[in-house]
């Protein structure tokens, strides 16, 4: 299994929010009922800065090569590691100059 690239720096603005996996809904009669359909899992939603145009590559690289393959992702707040898979594509922005921004969104297996 691949990891995420570790050479990018992850902004401080990055979050992880936790999905619950409870799935409720009403019934005819309006009884509120629930379904646990997994355990507790997070969502990344990855924010790196200043990206130069060889860490875009190896972010465009890393994704073309496992868009649909689980990978391990190194969460800097707490030091774990988590599998993973894209939620999405790079969202890709430009600062001054050359240097880039990318937005990741990851969902744990």
């Known amino acids: 299994m691949a990891d995420y690239p570790s ?3 992850i902004s401080k603005r ?5 999905t619950s996996g409870i799935i409720t809904d009403r019934g005819t009669d309006g009884t ?6 997994h ?15 060889s860490e875009v ?12 393959l689980s990978f391990n992702f190194t969460w800097p707040v707490d030091g774990e590691t988590y599998t993973c898979i894209f939620l999405d594509k790079p969202q890709w ?3 001054a ?3 880039r921004t990318a937005v990741v969104k990851l969902g744990e297996v």
């Open 7 to 9: 050479t990018l720096k």
């Open 57 to 68: 590559t190896t972010l465009k690289t890393f994704y073309t090569t496992n868009k649909a």
């Open 97 to 99: 100059g050359t240097a």
């Open 39 to 53: 355990s507790d899992k997070l969502n990344f939603n990855v924010i790196h800065f200043h990206l130069s145009s």
């Open 32 to 37: 509120l009922r629930g379904r646990v359909l």
């Open 93 to 95: 922005g430009v600062l």
């Open 14 to 18: 990055s979050t992880a929010e936790p």
